[in-house]
């Protein structure tokens, strides 16, 4: 843990916080507990294994890769840093290096002998019959070994490049004379190839299931004939993805981002992955082929890029996994004949995955059809492959609509698909807004203007998720279908401060970062300080992503101190440490981690008894404060601020999912007062689905 100070020499208590980065890995190793927790369906906690790898990857691929930069900063430069980057590091490489091992634990001594229980064997080539020998090396010589391209590099001097992510076979090759042995590396085509598993036939009712690693192993001596021994070790290198545009404010953005995105493959290794089997003098002679040293080196297992697991074969045992909860019916959006016609009448309030995302979908696919219609503004973000949404933009655009749409360049890991729908968009004529370079457009919002009996009607949504179909079957959001014109009025200053790219908006309902939303929370922080100052009831409830921003914390300590009671639900990085004596005793924090990612943030002020609820695209971290576009929207109407707190009130008396800030189970052995948040959630929406009479009696 360390700590800050608020100014030099003052009276002022330190105030206790914790590296953003240990608190990252205090998150994903949530994740690795959902795997290990026997209550999981066995197929979905290799879906975790799958979350935790993947996870790790990006965060090598940024944040470690960010810290090694940082290292290599001047010592004048380090010193100005809160935490000595050298040390931070140490202890980021420690941490990891314990998860890794209870991952490999967990995998070897839980995952697999459950699966041999199921009759799911996954065996590799020394676990053969014979007659599995005979089909895998046919199925090698078949299918894998034309998409192999091996290279010897021990006699070639020339520099090897291993591409981001991608699992590779040293091969040690031990000639049948006096010679010198040899080394070779090849890539594992599993993009060729299609899936990193091979399933063998079943036998009396038992399944067989190979690595692509180790069919290529067992196919080695096919590969390289003539030698005494052939051996193979797997590796994987992570290279650095950080685009360092964050600061840049000059130039073509779009130009910046595909030259980065080429850079991006080429990037600074910051992890090579590598089975610790492998004979040192062959690591040492790929090390020096590759151009990296030791530092970079990281001890994983036998086999590495464990996402791959997202694609084990299915097997048809409703047990192994979730049982299905299909998105439900919205009660008031399910029947309309018309989404703007029943936006007229009155605001909708959807969650998902818990109810459709066909409701985003229809509302903009209805206004580019609509000739009343006579604008779509819009902000991409993160949207699917073969987004809907965006479709539903280019068409209205071509049907001769004005149609803008702000595409963020900077979506980590999204930019190649935002820069092909902001290309697909710019032909079929809408304004496209590629953000801007010191500025990441993180809002999710939507404006359709229409023309009704001579004036212009505007229909607003906003959400705390993105226009993306795919993610909205696992990401817990809430969104706002509005005409409120308190709400739509200034979503159309927000659309007209992307445009423009200045001015000075003003805010009384919205909260819009970087303009009035930190000050917009800081205000309502403090009335509830002053309320408890005077001896009134005084407390604020918080849903979010991540709690980072320093400012934040010291404003929630402060509070804590003047006698504000304060929930946190925060599900990821979590800074502020609760329960301190004097400082923060105040405070709770709890996070949920489950079937679905929680993605929605809410806040939930007292207001003397007049509570005020936001609903936001963001979090409270400094770049979503300060160096994004972010909108937080009141919620106004009775039953739809009634809802959400239903809601959110589940999600703070979870005692099956929930865990205390030391990643403890908050966990209750009595049913009669268990509650799992997101199945509570579903039921509840799925019974109000079922009181509009959207169910049939089976599905209720």
């Not at 290529?216 to 193979?232: Q, T």
């Not at 009634?642 to 189970?665: F, G, P, S, V, W």
Request: glycine residues 6%; contains cysteine.
């Amino acid at each position: 843990m360390s700590t800050d100070t608020t100014t030099a020499g003052s009276a002022q208590p330190e105030y206790p916080l914790i590296s953003r980065e240990l608190s990252w890995l205090a998150f994903n190793y949530r994740v690795l507990q959902e795997a290990k927790d026997p209550r999981v369906p066995l197929m979905e906690r290799l879906n975790f294994m799958a979350i935790f790898s993947s996870n790790l990857d990006e965060y090598f691929k940024v944040r470690v890769a960010t810290m090694r930069r940082l290292v290599k900063l001047k010592k004048k430069t380090r010193e100005k840093l809160e935490e000595d980057p050298a040390e931070e590091l140490e202890k980021i490489l420690a941490e990891v290096s314990r998860q890794q091992k209870e991952f490999g634990q967990v995998f070897r001594n839980e995952l697999l002998p459950e699966l041999r229980q199921e009759r799911i064997h996954l065996i590799d080539e020394t676990g053969c019959t014979d007659g599995q020998h005979r089909l895998a090396l046919d199925y090698f010589r078949r299918n894998v070994k034309p998409l192999l391209v091996p290279i010897i590099f021990s006699t070639n001097p020339s520099p090897l490049f291993l591409k981001d992510q991608t699992v590779y076979l040293m091969v040690r090759l031990q000639p049948k004379t006096e010679q010198p042995e040899q080394y070779a590396i090849l890539e594992i085509p599993t993009q060729k190839h299609g899936s990193r598993f091979v399933q063998l036939p079943a036998e009396q009712g038992d399944h067989y299931v190979m690595m692509l690693d180790d069919v290529i192993r067992l196919g080695l001596p096919d590969l390289f004939p003539g030698f005494a021994e052939v051996e193979a070790f797997a590796l994987k290198l992570s290279r650095d993805a950080e685009l360092d545009i964050e600061e840049e404010v000059s130039g073509n953005l779009m130009a910046k981002i595909k030259k980065s995105l080429k850079k991006r493959e080429k990037g600074h290794p910051s992890r090579l992955l590598y089975d610790p089997a492998t004979p040192e003098p062959m690591l040492h002679a790929l090390l020096e082929r590759i151009g990296i040293t030791t530092d970079e080196l990281v001890v994983g297992s036998r086999y590495h890029n464990f996402r791959d697991f997202f694609g084990f074969p299915k097997f048809q045992n409703p047990e192994l996994y979730y049982d299905p909860k299909p998105p439900l019916p919205h009660p008031g959006l399910e029947n309309a004949d018309s989404i703007l016609a029943a936006m007229r009448t009155q605001e909708f309030l959807v969650h998902y995955p818990y109810q459709k995302f066909d409701y985003v979908l229809r509302f903009f696919e209805e206004a580019a059809q609509d000739p009343a219609v006579t604008s779509i503004s819009a902000t991409l973000y993160r949207v699917a492959d073969k987004s809907k949404v965006a479709k539903a933009l280019v068409r209205a655009a071509e049907h001769g609509k004005l149609v803008t749409v702000v595409v963020e360049l900077k979506a980590r890991f999204d930019e190649e698909s935002n820069i092909y729908w902001g290309n697909k968009l710019e032909k079929a004529g809408a304004n496209v807004i590629y953000g801007s370079p010191d500025l990441k457009v993180h809002s999710k919002i939507g404006l359709v203007i229409r023309q009704e009996e001579g004036r212009a009607v505007q229909y607003a949504y906003l959400s705390t998720g993105n226009f993306n179909e795919k993610t909205s079957l696992i990401y817990t959001d809430h969104a706002l279908f509005t005409t409120d014109e308190r709400l739509t009025h200034e979503l159309a200053k927000v659309f007209n401060f992307l445009v423009d790219g200045g001015g000075d908006p003003t805010f009384e309902h919205l909260l819009v970062a970087p303009l009035n939303l930190r000050d917009g929370f800081e205000a309502l922080i403090r009335h509830e300080m002053q309320l408890a100052q005077e001896g009134k009831p005084a407390y604020l409830i918080a849903k979010m992503n991540a709690l980072q921003d320093t400012r934040m914390i010291k404003q929630l300590y402060a509070a804590s101190q003047a006698g504000v009671k304060i929930e946190l639900l925060v599900r990821g990085i979590c800074s502020l440490v609760p329960g301190v004596p004097g400082i923060s005793e105040n405070i709770t924090v709890h996070s949920i981690v489950d079937r679905y990612l929680e993605h929605g943030r809410i806040y939930v002020f007292g207001n003397g008894g007049e509570e005020k609820i936001y609903i936001a695209s963001a979090d409270w971290m400094n770049r979503n404060l300060s160096r994004r576009v972010e909108v937080a929207f009141p919620l106004y109407h009775p039953e739809l601020r009634q809802e959400i707190r239903h809601l959110l009130d589940i999600q703070r008396k979870d005692n099956q999912k929930a865990r205390t800030a030391d990643n403890q189970y908050w966990v209750s052995d009595d049913p009669t007062t268990s509650v799992r948040a997101q199945y509570e959630a579903y039921d509840f929406l799925k019974e109000k689905a079922a009181a509009a009479g959207l169910l049939s009696g089976s599905e209720h």
